[in-house]
């Protein structure tokens, strides 16, 4: 995880009402958990198989919430998760889905809803384009920073 991802899932947390959180991968495992002021830090590398390091950061300010936006080897960037929870692409099962393959986004457009301990949050577009693929389905439990759309903007 970079370290820009670690500082923006922290101000996230910071501003919630969620008090714990953890985040596992085949590389490292992340436990954050909200204590007084700030949130201790709790992380396991796999690989190496340190030891379990805690430290306090203090979060001061308010968060930017920007779905994260990377470059593919191709034409194409993805939307990536900002959390962790569960993939929604309507906004209830009677509604049509927000995007689906080939439409035309544009900037701001809501493209689906990531919920996390019953908080649903729309999920933004940052770029315009066409949607490419959708990579997750309804229902899936979807990790920080996973891909969600490829756009060919």
């Not at 899932?9 to 992340?30: A, F, H, I, R």
């Not at 457009?109 to 649903?120: D, G, S, T, Y």
Request: net charge negative; glycine share 6%; proline share 5%.
């Amino acid at each position: 995880m970079k370290i820009d991802q670690l500082k923006q899932v922290l101000e996230m947390l910071d501003q919630s009402n969620v008090n714990e959180l953890s985040l596992e991968t085949d590389t490292y495992k992340l436990k954050l958990k909200k204590q007084g002021d700030g949130v201790v830090v709790s992380q396991h590398d796999a690989v190496a198989a340190a030891p379990v390091q805690q430290k306090v950061v203090e979060t001061a300010q308010k968060p930017v919430v920007v779905p994260e936006v990377m470059e593919e080897k191709d034409d194409t960037v993805t939307i990536n998760a900002l959390m962790v929870g569960t993939f929604y692409s309507r906004a209830n099962p009677e509604k049509p889905a927000f995007v689906k393959v080939g439409d035309q986004i544009e900037v701001g457009q809501v493209v689906c809803i990531l919920e996390a301990m019953k908080l649903f949050n729309n999920l933004n577009s940052e770029i315009a384009g066409t949607v490419v693929e959708i990579l997750v389905a309804d229902g899936d439990l979807v990790e920080f920073g996973q891909p969600l759309f490829r756009i060919r903007p």
